[in-house]
């Protein structure tokens, strides 16, 4: 039985997609057979902003990414440089699938063993972009990888 959205609330329009949005909550809005609505609560609860801990191989990517509310996990395949990364992003985590392009590069040119680097991502959800920060062994990917529902600390209700 499809979940059902609150009565009040805004209609954002987005390519193609809609999400109604109330102060606490947001919706995606699939439309399915016939012209029918199904309506999708998506976890967006709890404050903005998250640590990703990544480590990635030749062809694969996994990680952990903690938020103030909870923890996630992901994995995933692409095009990947072996190495680490510890980034922060001020941005919200969307679980399920995203795809994300990540580089660096060394903090001393002449030691290729860390450096400082970015990613750009995207969620293939919501549509919505998120870009990450921090450090980063030298290292290139380019992935695709999903994102489990968040796992609640033990502490918060």
């Known amino acids: 039985m499809p979940a059902h959205p609150p009565a009040q609330s805004n209609t954002i329009h987005m390519e193609f997609t809609e999400y109604l949005v109330d102060h ?26 998250y640590w990703d801990i990544n480590v990635s191989g030749p ?5 952990v990414i903690f938020t103030g509310t909870g923890v996630h996990f992901y994995g995933g395949a692409g ?6 990364s510890v980034t922060t992003s001020g941005d919200k985590v969307t679980p399920g699938w995203n795809s994300a392009l990540q ?30 920060h921090g450090a980063v062994s030298p290292q290139f990917s380019l992935t695709t990888f999903y994102v489990t529902e968040k796992l609640k600390w033990w502490w918060i209700n």
Do not use: M
């Not at 590069?105 to 990613?119: A, D, E, H, T, Y």
């Open 59 to 63: 062809f694969v990517t996994a990680g």
């Open 24 to 49: 606490k909550e947001t919706w995606l809005v699939k439309e399915a057979e016939h012209g029918i609505n199904i309506f999708e609560k998506l976890d967006t609860e709890g404050p903005s902003g």
């Open 79 to 84: 095009l990947c440089t072996p190495g680490f």
């Open 103 to 132: 580089a660096s590069l060394p903090v001393i040119p002449s030691n290729n063993k860390f450096g400082i680097g970015g990613q750009v991502g995207r969620s293939e959800y919501t549509g919505e972009y998120y870009i990450e």
